[in-house]
């Protein structure tokens, strides 16, 4: 039996400049990428014009792990944040910072990075998208 885990994130019209976003925070080019329009016609689903552009599908690859991503149609209730807290592990101090000096452009530092008790290097970080991301430095 194969397991998984993965995560979906949903925006609500802005799935795109996420995209990027997150693409230039990690180093990482978006892996399949699907609009509303690009998907088979469904009589129960009206495509608007609206609609149309934004993004149903997509994905990014970080740290082996694949996050995907949508907007949500118009009507579908949105809470930006509350339901998700992504976590970005690394043995590497270089990586950590990085990672942390990026998703806070723009964003609210909760918890700035620094010793814990249960880690060497920990920041929570909210960003630009109303995401919280915990940044974690693993234990050698």
Known sequence: MSQSFSVFVNFDGNCADALKFYSEVFGVEPGSLMTF???????SFTVTEELAPQIMYSNLMIAGTSIMFS??????EFTA???????IASTNEQDLRTWYDRLQAG???IMPLGETFFAPMYAMVLDKFGIYWNIIMNKN
């Open 107 to 109: 964003g609210h530092i």
């Open 71 to 76: 907007d949500i149609p118009p009507g579908t």
């Open 37 to 43: 329009a690009d998907a088979p016609p469904d009589p």
């Open 81 to 87: 944040g509350t339901n998700v807290i992504l976590n």
